[in-house]
RNA sequence: CGGGACUUAGCUCAGCCUGGUAGAGCGCUUGCUUUGGGAGCAAGAUGCCGUUGGUUCGAAUCCAAUAGUCCCGACCA
């Protein structure tokens, strides 16, 4: 039995289906806010671990700056205040008093503090406060933290008022250190969706229209999700000297001259786990990639025969120890012996509406036999849904099934954006044929009837935007490989246009 | 922030039109029978009917305001 809403139903349905049957979040109380639980925090723990290792394996170093930012620090970048102006949450009092038996505010602030939405204004700050040589350059450093925009239609994971993130923020001396830098952050987003969450992606830039507010440059990966809408996955942002302008971080360089540093910017927050189940869950609930998965393996006694059970536990108990010794991807291994007083049918089906990879059933048969009954979360619907093995063997393959699971669910994402990003539309007319049909839910045989990405000619000409708002549509970025042919523009009609970009529907 | 739908038990919802103090299924608890693909029977517990204010002898029901949720837009690293 499949959760109540299916993708092929209604997708945005099923999206939410999956985050409660999984038991990831909820909606809380708190107005556009989540609260993230468990299962699903244990995935951004997973996300955090991997990727902070990552981000200090290129050289940078976590630290942490105030939640509150003065308002005047956000004035100082003009694109900067009219970027984030429209969603910000701002500290105006300090206290409460009791009026009428009604808490009120009390206590003005002098300067009204915003709540950070991202925190380049700050932290160039205090930039301009560490460096004073080119030899206190490069300042690489990170922060894990959360951010507040203050959204207006809020939906679980993808967009919240509060989420949380990890904002990379690095000054430099040169202009190319600093692009380059901005580039390999690309890359380390890149390599944690595609080997980690096994979600790939498309790297490319925004254009000029959607940069980030004061960026030069702003790169991005963008994620299909089963409906075929893209989901930028994660950014990174060129900035120039724009913001070490505006907050003066200077550096007299080698010449013994004062110049502005080179900043960069980039993050990725929450909203991947909203891609990772719009890549991998289907119609029985989540399927988390075992690199992320809070636990990997876990173990379900089937206690049918009330006289065997100290013995069923025994050899359960067993069997995790095992296994727990055992490593996969240079991490011992996660699992979870499932004692609860439960029923074993419901237990098996809670853990595969979570997703867990591996669901391992030993009762009374098994024990007989020194073997497992187990279950592959991603093979499920299929027919051979039960395996039994040897329990040696089972133990000694336990990583090999880990790394399997792992790389079957990469192939299949990969194979579904491979089928649906449509290279062969030339001219506006098949352009708005082919989006003039619905979104649906992709299978991933890339035959159910659909609306994915568009990869053609784009003439740079920003008077096309209208037509895109029109089609509801949006050039995701502009890849790294360009083709370098010219083409007419699928927005405008027009021969000469030289641009290769990304046309999707977006999250 | 605009348009629409919705808000009643832990969950999904009925009841509202036509006002008379609360219902179902699932879940939960207990017992028995079951148990390796979402169990069966029996008994039981669970409600300020989103909030506030009207109308009324009486409001889940009618009216108004307000808040929240979801969808579609606008906006959105």
Known sequence: MALKNIRENSYPDWYQNVIAAADMAEVSSSPGCMVIKPWGYGIWERIQRLLDEKIKDTNHENCYFPLFIPLSYFQKEAEHVEGFAKEMAIVTHSRLSMEDGKLVPA??????????????????????????????????????????????????FLRTREFLWQEGHTAHSTFQEAEQEAETMLKVYEDLCVND?????????????????????????????????????????????????????????????????YTTSWGVST??????????????????????????????????????????????????NAIKDKFFGGEKIRVKLDNRPKEAVDKMWEWTRKGAPLIVEVGAKDLEKNAVMFRNRINISGSDWKNFEDIDAFIASISDKLQNIQNTMLERAQERLTHNVVTDIKTAKDFEAYFANQNAYLDNSGKAPKVAFVRGKWSGDEATLDKLKEMRLTIRCIPFDQSGTEGECLLSGKAGATLDVIYARSY
């Not at 994660?234 to 200077?250: D, M």
């Not at 992320?292 to 173990?299: F, S, T």
């Not at 379900?300 to 069997?319: F, Q």
């Open 107 to 156: 206590s003005p602030l002098e300067e009204p503090l915003i709540v950070r939405p991202t925190s380049e204004t700050i932290i160039a700050d205090s930039f301009s406060k560490w460096v004073h040589s080119y030899r206190d350059l490069p300042i690489l450093i990170n922060q894990w933290a959360n951010v507040v925009r203050w959204e207006m239609r809020p939906r679980l």
């Open 197 to 261: 969450m096994a979600m790939p992606v498309i790297k490319g830039k925004k254009p000029e229209y959607d940069k980030f507010p004061g960026a030069v440059t702003t790169y991005c990966i963008e994620a299909m999700m089963q409906d075929g809408r893209s989901l930028q996955a994660g950014t990174s942002h060129f900035l120039g000297q724009n913001f070490a302008k505006s907050a003066n971080i200077t550096f007299i360089n080698s010449n013994n001259e004062q110049e502005f540093a």
């Open 271 to 320: 909203r991947l786990i909203g891609g990772l189940i719009m890549t991998h869950a289907d119609d029985e609930g989540m399927c988390v990639p075992p690199k992320l998965a809070p636990y990997q393996v876990v173990i379900i006694p089937i206690l049918k025969d009330k006289n065997k059970t100290d013995e069923i536990n025994a050899y359960a108990e067993k069997i995790k």
